[in-house]
């Protein structure tokens, strides 16, 4: 385990070289700069807005602008932002990251707590009325894009209703221990719901099916066979050789709750890495692009590399060595 584990390390740096060769030709691409725009002084000279593009190397060829910003990255140095003057990358993501985890760790827990019980008991009463009913949620889930779930959420629970917050992380400044704990997780009920919603209703649909086509297996007649109880043979059988697909989506899921938080933090004006990452790219600030999509970059490489791990433990005939 412990070779196999290297080798993916290794793997994971040319690939994550490409990633950043792809994805630096695309921010390039892209007309304009962090200088251009409509939100610019135009009482301000253009040769000042020239000088000031020479001075960040703007103009540089774009390979040698890519090598310059290769050289610093291998430093552990992801330069200055180009839009927040006088502020690093590093930061600007220290200020939002832990938002953004956290809300992407709330999202995973809703969608794990909820999904695999109505899973499985979608499984044993199949074709039931709660079958039926869940079936119905998951196609609503998988349906209903991020941001008009997210809106939809606003318009009840936070304008309608009351219930929760709208937008934000804290109600009121100076709040501390218990009274802040709560009042953040009230921040992002809304946020979390909406962010985990697909992921749930994809969740269930898996489950539900893995575990029928499991009951369906030959060591499961035969557990049958031996007297097992129903609950030793779902739990203990079933449920266990059902997981490697939800492991196979906990694994992408890790890297992509990051990213798919960019529409949910924008709808909620939530102050993470996705509310960073648009401000970015509408400033063209390279900087910040570049250093975001290099995490979000290696946290899906590092769950892909946990899914084969995990692989591993749930299923004793899987090897890597």
């Known amino acids: ?76 140095d992801f330069g200055m932002s180009m839009q927040y003057s006088g502020r690093t990358v590093i930061e600007l993501i220290q200020a939002r990251i832990m938002n953004t985890l956290y809300l992407s760790l709330f ?99 898996y489950m539900r099916t893995e575990i029928l086509e499991v009951k369906g297996s030959d060591f499961i007649r035969t557990a049958r066979a031996k007297g097992l109880s129903n609950q030793s043979v779902l739990y203990k059988h079933t449920l266990r050789n059902s997981l490697i697909p939800i492991i196979t989506l906990l694994g992408l899921e890790f890297g992509t709750l990051l990213s798919g938080a960019i529409i949910t933090e924008r709808v909620f004006n939530y102050p993470g890495l996705g509310t960073l990452f648009i401000n970015s790219i509408t400033n063209r600030d390279y900087p910040v692009i570049m250093a975001i999509n290099l995490i979000l970059a290696i946290t899906i490489l590092i769950g892909n590399l946990l899914a084969d791990i995990f692989y591993a433990v749930v299923d004793p005939r899987i090897r890597y060595d």
């Open 1 to 76: 385990m412990q070779k196999y584990i290297i080798r993916r390390i290794l793997q994971f740096i040319p690939m994550l070289f490409l990633i950043t060769v792809v994805v630096f030709g695309l921010a390039k691409a892209a007309p304009g700069d962090v200088l251009t725009g409509e939100m610019l002084d135009p009482n301000i000279p253009p040769e000042v807005y020239e000088i000031r593009r020479e001075a960040l190397g703007l103009n540089d060829p774009i390979y040698v602008q890519y090598w310059t910003w290769l050289a610093s990255v291998s430093k552990a």
């Open 107 to 205: 999202a995973l827990a809703i969608t794990l707590a909820i999904s695999i019980p109505i899973g499985i008991y979608s499984a044993t009463k199949k074709y039931s009325l709660f079958d039926y009913g869940a079936t119905t949620f998951a196609f609503l889930g998988l349906a209903t894009p991020n941001f008009f779930a997210g809106l939809l959420a606003i318009y009840v629970f936070a304008f309608w209703l009351g219930w929760f917050p709208a937008q934000g992380t804290t109600t009121a400044i100076g709040l501390s221990g218990f009274e802040l704990f709560l009042d953040k997780l009230r921040h992002l009920v809304l946020p979390g719901f909406t962010l985990g919603l697909a992921s749930t209703a994809a969740y269930m649909r």
